[in-house]
């Protein structure tokens, strides 16, 4: 199966400053790669995913990006704020799969001081 | 529209104590899945249906079992808690599964902190 690696697994940045949090996968047939964002007390809640055919993917201060050779993606918070406070989890699906499974990264705890 | 909603949100159960833990979508979604989530672990796959009636097995199965009688429920169940599963359980669904394209993302409930003595 597929083997996800996170890191780093805590980040600590100031307000208005970048967070970069990386991951890499094993299986050269995963084709998916989503990015979910868990606060305190619920559930994760997807923010941004990629697909194989693209290399980056923006949405106002997030950003992913794909290296498809080197297999890693990486999230990108630009500008941070304190309400990005949360674990992200990255995850990769294989292509071809009959379920659709994800395979999740463990996790990376993110605080932003004000 | 709730989404993916659990209950119970807390239980506390002692060793041997059976109970069902109970998932409800109401989006329509074919796929339903079950996952376990442990300090430093991640989210890992328990149970998963494809469809109504159907069930097998994720990452982690051993000591739970599942069912999916109606479209829109998903049941695990512990017929014999452990200490070892205590755990915070999450739900979640998707539209359908890879080769659907935009139908795949994974929508999670708020989850069930189970905890056993």
């Known amino acids: 199966g597929e083997n996800v690696e996170q890191h780093p697994s805590t980040l600590s940045v100031q307000e208005g400053d970048s967070a970069v949090i990386k991951c890499t996968y094993s299986d050269s047939a995963s084709n998916y790669f989503p990015w979910y964002k868990q606060e305190l007390g619920k559930g994760p809640q997807l923010i941004i995913d990629?697909?194989?055919?693209?290399g980056e993917k923006k949405d106002q201060r997030i950003a992913v990006t794909l290296n498809k050779t080197a297999k890693h993606f990486s999230l990108h918070i630009t500008e941070t704020q304190p309400e990005d406070s949360a674990v992200y989890f990255c995850a990769a699906r294989i292509r071809g799969s009959t379920l659709g499974r994800l395979y999740f990264g463990r996790g990376t705890q993110l605080t932003v001081w004000p | 529209n709730a989404g993916v909603t659990q209950t119970p949100k807390f239980r506390v159960l002692k060793t041997g104590q059976s109970m069902t833990l109970l998932c409800a979508q109401d989006?329509?979604?074919?796929?339903m899945y079950w996952y376990r989530q442990d300090p430093g672990m991640g989210l890992r796959l328990i149970h998963y249906?494809?469809?109504?009636?159907?069930?097998a097995k994720g990452e982690v199965p051993d000591g739970y079992n599942v069912s999916r009688l109606k479209k829109q429920n998903f049941l695990l169940g512990l017929e014999s808690a452990a200490p070892s599963q205590t755990s915070v359980y999450f739900c979640?669904?998707?539209?359908?599964?890879?080769?659907?394209?935009?139908?795949?993302?994974?929508?999670f409930g708020p989850g069930t902190r189970l905890t056993v003595l």
């Open positions: 979640a669904s998707s539209r359908g599964g890879p080769g659907q394209s935009r139908t795949d993302t994974q929508y």
């Open positions: 989006m329509n979604h074919e796929y």
């Open positions: 249906s494809v469809g109504e009636g159907t069930t």
């Open positions: 990629i697909r194989s055919n693209v």
